[in-house]
């Protein structure tokens, strides 16, 4: 039997001035991968929880990740699908 992985479109992928400066691109580049085949990454259990719930209804996706020097930086999917931002929790 054939197991699927879910995956979505992230659109327009944009970041801050501030994760642009602050984080490595390999690790912007792997979380952003994560995110679309729906590794929520660090995120609580109840937001993870909501993704599932909001993957197919076309809801805001949140994940949390952490790069190699441990910064901790967010990415969001809007609910069309639009776009993706990535971001540091203080930019938000």
């Not at 944009?14 to 660090?42: F, I, K």
């Not at 809801?59 to 971001?87: C, M, P, V």
Request: glycine fraction near 2%.
């Amino acid at each position: 039997m054939e197991s699927k992985t879910k995956t979505f479109c992230l659109g327009q992928i944009v970041a801050t001035p501030n994760a642009l400066d602050r984080l490595d691109p390999q690790d912007v580049h792997h979380a952003l991968a994560r995110h679309a085949s729906c590794d929520w990454g660090d995120c609580s259990k109840e937001d993870a929880d909501e993704n599932e719930f909001a993957l197919d209804r076309r809801l805001r996706l949140f994940s949390s990740y952490r790069d190699r020097n441990n910064t901790k930086f967010w990415i969001i999917t809007e609910a069309d699908r639009s776009s993706t931002t990535l971001l540091l929790p203080e930019d938000y």
